[in-house]
């Protein structure tokens, strides 16, 4: 298995669960878990992989729904051992961000694209699973929340890699260094409440 | 006209009714009755389509957005005449969901994909479509509703079909009882309340 | 530049805006900003160009990028000098979804589709990126807007680029006139009211 290939792996597992503690919220049955697992754990990868018009990495090889689908099982019946669901969620989502930005980043990079595209398939890459997880969910995006580190944090992660990759350092280096930056900063966000000044009206909204 | 692409034309037929009861909750003109017509109707055969990197079902054959459009048009001008549009609404979705997910089941066989691949096709096929209606018309997706048989239904449906096809059955015997099995959940759970067990939070939701 | 490159080009610039705009609404942060700017602003071109099995526009030139991250930059340091962000988001978007039906229209007629399917690519380049705003800044989709024109102006723009292309008028003031006709279509309806009649329940809704 390649490096880049044990990444979408590890973002599936990861964002599956994610996707599984979004369908406990919403009270679907085992089947709805299964849905909203796959859906989030191959959402960001799949759009990845149809604007590069690669062949859809999932549909080369059917394991890693296997993985989401085991996920979504074990998430079902032990959820409810979580002293918060939502906060675990968060979390999770956060590293699985992280490790999907560095996939989708090291992808592009393989693919020769230019570094405007690079970027923007690491963040596509990241937000996307978890985005079509919260519309089809009816929650309000996470990349959506005021004052939150997301979109920001996938941006830096992404920026981090493309330049760590031209200054030739190893490529797991690389992916390991842009994953630990990109959750550093979700985490400094969730935990200590970092964030980018946000756009404020004045006057209000109209 | 073979077998999958008849399947395709009443799909397209059902679902773009099902759309169109959906524009008219929303109060729209005619022309966003076909928009919403058109999206409901191909929604999940094109999605099914792009993964498998086959050409798009409906931009090979436009008459199938002609239906579509034909029956928004009538639609739009007869729906005052049912008695209830929700029940009607649910009720075309459900059969437009069986015959969908026999579609896309039976075109992810043809293209010889990996049975986890062919279900999961038939799936998407099945209930992307009516998703995106409902999150477009900004309503709570069906796919969603807790004690409902829907994934369920289209997850047991494309099960049967593909083990139908492996033990050797006609195609169009599979097809139909691929149809009739996912339509029977489907209904049981609409009419007598037939669910599986959804996932209850102990203690409750945080 | 190709008139139909340029055409992208407007639209990207000014569907930014607009997209830049909702962010402010939502109070994102900067990379917010960028993030809906150049989903809204490229996601109708890129759904069409998905459909047409096209490399997707803004792949094979990442200035579009560029453009509008940039916009997204300037509104983010000038959005609070307009008097209404929500009246100048809605005549920006109108702008932008006249240039984009034409560029849409354009673009499926040099491919030479079927008429049916140049018209729906039109419309579909023209609503998808707003349609795809709406839904991830949770507002209620405009083209879904109670007596308004707007898919029903994209559909007349692209009916009318179709007309005067197979009549042999030039590209260049096909393509002026189909953007014009949408614009005065839409703006008559934001202005003065005008619209078709649209679906009312007789009983009422149930």
Redesign the interface.
């Known amino acids: 298995m390649t490096l880049l290939g044990g990444l979408d792996y590890a973002s599936v597992l990861v964002f599956a669960a994610a996707g599984s503690l979004a ?13 909203v697992a ?1 859906l989030t754990a191959v959402g960001g990868g ?1 759009i990845r992989d ?4 690669r ?2 990495f999932w ?1 080369a090889n ?1 394991t890693i ?2 993985i989401a689908v085991s996920v979504a099982l074990v998430v ?1 019946f032990t ?2 051992l979580l ?5 675990t969620l968060e979390w999770l989502d956060a590293l699985a961000l992280s490790v999907a930005v560095s996939a989708g980043t090291g992808v592009a990079i393989l693919e020769e ?5 690079v970027v ?1 398939l690491g ?1 596509v890459t990241g ?1 996307m699973g978890g ?1 079509m997880r919260d ?4 929650e ?2 996470l ?2 929340k ?2 939150e ?4 944090a996938a ?1 830096a992660g992404a920026c981090a890699t493309l330049l760590a990759t031209r200054s030739g350092l190893s490529p797991l280096l690389t992916l390991a260094a842009c994953t630990a930056l990109t959750f550093a900063l979700r985490a400094g966000s969730i935990r200590f409440g970092w ?9 209000p ?2």
Not at 50 to 53: G, K
Not at 135 to 138: A, E, K, S, Y
């Open positions: 369908a406990s919220r919403a009270q679907l049955d085992i089947v709805g878990f299964a849905f796959c799949t149809l604007l590069l018009d062949s859809i549909m059917p729904i296997l079902f959820a409810h002293e918060s669901r939502l906060k694209q230019p570094a405007v595209i923007l963040i937000v985005l519309v089809v969910c009816n309000v995006p990349v959506l005021q004052g580190l997301y979109a920001s941006f964030s980018l000044p946000t756009y404020k009206s004045r006057p909204r109209l």
